[in-house]
């Protein structure tokens, strides 16, 4: 049974996921995590890129495998273009004409692949054609191997998304469309017969965080909270909701997506005046973003066509370890992933594959070791089945013998090479050490910060986080009516003992790697605005010391052979000698 690897990247989360293949199709989700790459620079992925998969798989517990990654639709220039019936060779030229005339960039400094979509109803070839920069594409997958995967494929996100709609919905006929909303962008997908039109539209989840702070007066941290508990898109009309707070944010959330329709309907015109093609009577939605309720209602009451979400798993078996009820909620951000595990199975309609040319060349050689190796294996063999076949088992034996020492003669040449390439590769082990906790220790404040998002009670969000004295003072808020909700329970299943809220946080948080337990405490607590509603605390805390990667990473024999060694260095009354 083969186990792979897939890894998308958005422009707030990377999500990695692993899958059993079972024959030659059948796939199974077995384990998944997601990762927040919120700020991550395109000329340097690797800051916030590394230490994410890294913690991925650690909280994950997925094993390094053959992967198979998804960039951001952001960072390549897709395009689809028609062709004259033309021979294969002059069709490569032509397609190579296309890539020079519209991407801006030299041809040498992207990466770039294409698939034929076949013919049009005028005869002529319809062909998508995708290209990337090549040194941004080389940092992420740079990343990615410094984070310990090897990329095997380098897709593209709405390509994935396309492949999973085709594999779920495989009878779909006529004009259809896919809104991807994720966090800074919508990725817009329309499909129809042989074309497909791409658009990234910058109007998206952020883009509505940042109009609820500007409405409420918060800060974005505040706005994104509340639009996760109290958001959701109102319906129009004159309805009005009895919680003042969010009847206002789903009247400012409609805002924005009218300002998203706009956008999708002028893409809808150009796609019908460019390349021909029919309005959508069929809309998809995805992305990490249409978890907002009434999201569906909107785009039904707005584009006036049928509208559904995208549920990737139709098909897929899910494994024993998987969290059902988490599972529900990250089914959207599942979708790239399923499309992308449908390359290694066949099963994918469309197969464009950005992988760098160093990459592809580390590939080849690394395909070629098993092949050396066997064939080796499959020489001595050879040898010693002739041998048994002429003589007895004293003459095998000595036959063998012989053999051995001719090798071993003819390796010995080689002992002084292998000793220098040792040294140096000691040498390479420390500098990697020394990177390795250069980057742990660049992530250690997203760590920190994880672990005190995760000790937090629903509706309770930080506010504010500053060092003094070597201990982190981090400021929590959160609703009145919800925190004594919390205490309610708490007291409930636990005979009546009465704890405030901070001090469920403090427990939670003592529990953490990432503190000294011991050191978390409560220092301040407050009424925000003075009328009960909102609560204010603060809690101190000693960050957990840096790990050793090197002596955490070290087998135990070798720990107890220095141990020996240290013992050995003592004298029976502990001074050394």
């Not at 028609?82 to 400094?109: C, G, R, S, T």
């Not at 779909?172 to 800074?184: P, Q, T």
Request: charged share 25%; hydrophobic share 45%; with cysteine.
């Amino acid at each position: 049974m083969a186990r792979i690897l897939t890894l998308n990247i958005g422009a707030a989360k990377a999500v990695l996921a692993e899958y059993q293949i079972r024959g030659k199709t059948a796939l199974t989700l077995t384990r998944y995590a997601t990762a927040d790459v919120t700020g991550m620079q395109v000329e340097t992925p690797q800051l916030k890129l590394v230490p994410a998969i890294q913690e991925a798989m650690k909280t994950s517990g997925i094993k390094p495998g053959p992967l198979l990654l998804a960039l951001n639709g952001q960072m390549v220039f897709p395009r689809f273009a028609k062709f004259p019936p033309v021979d294969a060779e002059k069709l490569e030229e032509l397609i190579h004409y296309e890539v020079e005339q519209n991407i801006p960039f030299p041809i040498d400094e992207v990466v770039c692949d294409h698939q034929l979509l076949g013919e049009t109803a005028e005869g002529d070839q319809a062909a998508m054609i995708v290209a990337a920069k090549l040194d941004q594409v080389s940092l992420v997958t740079d990343a990615v191997g410094a984070a310990g995967l090897l990329p095997h494929v380098v897709d593209v996100g709405p390509m994935a998304v396309t492949n999973a709609l085709k594999k779920s919905h495989p009878d779909l006929e006529g004009s259809v469309m896919v809104l991807d909303v994720g966090a800074k962008t919508t990725s817009l997908i329309i499909l129809e017969n042989e074309k497909v039109y791409l658009r990234a539209i910058p109007v998206a989840g952020n883009a509505i965080t940042k109009e609820l702070s500007q409405t409420f007066g918060c800060s974005p941290e505040e706005a994104e909270q509340l639009k996760k508990e109290r958001g959701y898109v109102s319906l129009g009309g004159v309805t009005e909701d009895e919680d003042e707070v969010a009847d206002r944010a789903s009247k400012t959330i409609r805002t924005v997506l009218t300002r998203l329709h706009a956008e999708i309907n002028r893409s809808i015109n150009f796609y019908r005046s460019q390349q021909g093609g029919t309005a959508p009577t069929h809309v998809f939605l995805t992305g990490g973003s249409v978890r907002l309720p009434q999201i569906d209602e909107f785009f039904r009451e707005t584009l006036k066509v049928e509208v559904e979400f995208l549920n990737p798993l139709d098909g897929i078996e899910i494994g024993p370890a998987i969290d059902q009820a988490a599972l529900e909620s990250d089914v959207f951000e599942l979708v790239e992933s399923v499309g992308l595990a449908l390359r290694w199975t066949k099963q994918a309609a469309l197969n464009i594959n950005l992988m760098p040319p160093a990459l592809m060349a580390k590939m080849r050689l690394i395909k070629r070791i098993p092949f050396i190796g066997a064939g080796a294996v499959a020489l001595l063999i050879a040898l010693i089945v002739g041998i048994v076949g002429e003589n007895n088992a004293a003459a095998v034996a000595h036959a063998q013998a012989e053999f051995i020492n001719d090798k071993n003669a003819a390796f010995g040449k080689y002992e002084k090479d292998l000793i220098q390439a040792v040294k140096a590769a000691g040498v390479q082990l420390r500098k990697t050490d020394e990177f390795q906790q250069l980057m742990a220790s660049r992530s250690l404040a997203v760590q920190r910060i994880e672990a005190v998002r995760r000790s937090l009670l629903p509706n309770m969000w930080i506010t504010g986080w500053e060092e003094e004295k070597g201990l982190q003072k981090v400021t929590i808020r959160g609703w009145q009516d919800s925190l004594t909700a919390a205490e309610k329970i708490y007291a409930d299943a636990n005979n009546g003992k009465k704890v405030t809220a901070a001090e469920l946080v403090q427990a939670t948080l003592r529990k953490s790697e990432q503190v000294v337990p011991d050191s978390v405490k409560i220092v301040a607590t407050r009424d925000v605005n003075g009328r009960g509603c909102l609560v204010e605390f603060a809690i101190a805390f000693k960050p957990a010391p840096l790990q050793s990667i090197a002596a955490a990473g070290k087998p135990a024999a070798a720990k107890d052979d220095a141990k020996g060694k240290g013992a050995a260095a003592k004298k029976p009354g502990g001074k050394k000698q």
